[in-house]
């Protein structure tokens, strides 16, 4: 309808947004939870207990210099969130396997290197390891950079007729703080968990209709010149404004205060709003089905911690082995946590991911409409 | 001479039922309300009153029946006949977490108003419902009094030609309960058409133009008040309040001289007599006679307590 008019159901999804944010609710569950759970495993990440990576550090070039430098990592790192093996001869196969989370391979030739023109160490990454894969580029680009310290401070004492032999010793100083690690992508820390307490408050958000049935602001809201498709469209849009909110919180508070890295902001807003859109979906369909509003909120938060630990939602965004990691792949929350591990610091444009944006918007688009005819049916 | 037409007809309702499962809620009610005219639905707890109501509104499908307001037919969709609707649902039925400003903002936008409109309107209709100093407070912090006010306020927004009011009066003090009543009686003289329900006989009498009685879905009389009183004959009635097999009493006592009837209803018998002065010394050695242990008597005048007795044997609150 033309005129000075809001549509109703944009009315309707912005009292329910005001309702929320009022009451607090939204905030505690579905932005404080991921800030708080995502800061501890960034802390633990970066301290010696908690989750940590394996790294292997794989000598090709077999010289004195390169096994002291296998040598020296060991060392500096022993003790911290990483653990540094030696053994692995292959190092794509084993990253692939996911016997380790990382490598670091000393290529052939690289004492040789040294002199002229030092030759990077090369870090193998699994997309679905970002941390290590992020710790791993961190090492081979702390130790290129202190070799060819070394070589200017050679090529220095040899041009000033000094014996250069002193300080050909590579010995690297190699450090992984917690700041490092801050630095490094962490989006997953906090993805993980607002993944999870999002389906959580969306859920809530999407009994909406149920509850206000209940308290009889229904009846009243029907007894005015609306219909029913409007109102859930209302209902429908208000939770999506509510995720949407909460999720953009998490993302600018983790990365203005904590300093986290997220990606690039357009690639990781379309995703965020993507994957709310998909959890809408969810929690359309399980208010449809459930018979009674306690029992959908026990649907719908069985469902957000199955998805999320499917999912890989703790952790990084790690996959469970075998038939559960395929199934878990399926997930709204893996699908959305892939899509912004590939399109993070360093990785591919939000293009390439369409398929999986597309996948989350697919599942929101059927769970809404299918979820809202139901419901619409059944409340009005 | 003058000729006054009939004044236009806000609502009117045909042979609507409705039942759930095997219990038949609503059965065959039927009125119409003319603008300016307050219309009460008087009955008691469980009678049909709110469900004839969600009909009335377009919230509940009837399984039979016609209803019209403002010219146009009441659906439960979006329909035009809601436009000329405001609904006092018989529950308080705001937002407890936002404020009375917020709450009726809300509605009156679901109502059409523009922002311009529902600016004056939402200060106006505060200041009518006497809440005008506490627009920017949440819903939850009013007392019963005020939550009742402010959830007859929400219906008022968009000047609506039929306001429809379910049993507003329910847990509110004396002094609100006065307040409310006089505001529906300034709300009629401005022409606006009232439906309104109760239990209590008395708001029935004050209020109401005329009255529709309704037991067990069945609208069992219509009428003014003194056309109901006198529909049913002009008798008074002798309760006595007494222990002791009152239903056979009560048997007896309706084939006694003087006595049109008698029902009991727990603790008491209520005898409608021709004249009570003739009548009340037999009945008492006649209850006496019968072991029965009276512990008050009581004459009381024909009233719409009395003509729901007569019409259908039972006591309007028990
Ligand atoms: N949703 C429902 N399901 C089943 N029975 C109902 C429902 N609503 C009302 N009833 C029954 O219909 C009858 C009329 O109820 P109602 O219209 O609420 O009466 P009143 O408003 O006069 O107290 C009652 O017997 C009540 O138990
Ligand atoms: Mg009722």
Redesign the pocket.
Known sequence: MAGPHTPVSVVIAGKDLRRSLKSRSLVLTAVVGPLALGLIMALAFGGSAGPSATIAVVDRDGTATSRAIVDALREELRGGPVRVRADVPDPEEAVDAERVDAAVVIPPGWTESLSASPEPLRAVRNPDRAIPGEIATSIAGQVTSQADLVRAATSTAAALGADPSGVTQVRPVVTVSVRDLSQAFNAPLYFGPLSIFLFLAMGTGARGLVREQKEGTLDRIRSTPTSARTIVAGSSLGVMAQGLVASLLVYAVSTLLFGAEWGRPVDVVVILVSFVAAISGFAAIIVALARTEPQAEGWNNALAFLFGILGGAFFGGASLPGLLGAVGSLTPNSIAMRALVETGPGGQALVEVWPLVLALWAMGAAGVVLGGAMLRRRLL | MTEQGPRARVVRCEGLRKR??D?V??DGVGFAIAEGETYGLL??????????I?MLCGLLHPDEGTIEVGGSPMTTGRCEAKAHLGLVP?DIALYPDLTAKENLSFFGKLQGLDRGELRTRVAEVLELVGLADRAGDRIEGFSGGMKRRCNIAAALLHRPSLLVL??PTVGVDPQSRAAILDGIDDLRREGMAVLY?T?YMEEAERLCDRIGI?DE?RLVAEGTQPELVAAVGQHPIVRLAAEGDLTTFAGLAADAPQVVRAAASDGRVEVSVLDPTRALAPLIESAEAEGLRISGVEVVQPDLESVFLHLTGKALRD
């Open positions: 759930y499962g219990r809620a609503v009955g008691p707890n469980g009678a049909g009153k709110t469900t004839t969600s018989q379910d049993e329900t239990h309704i879905g």
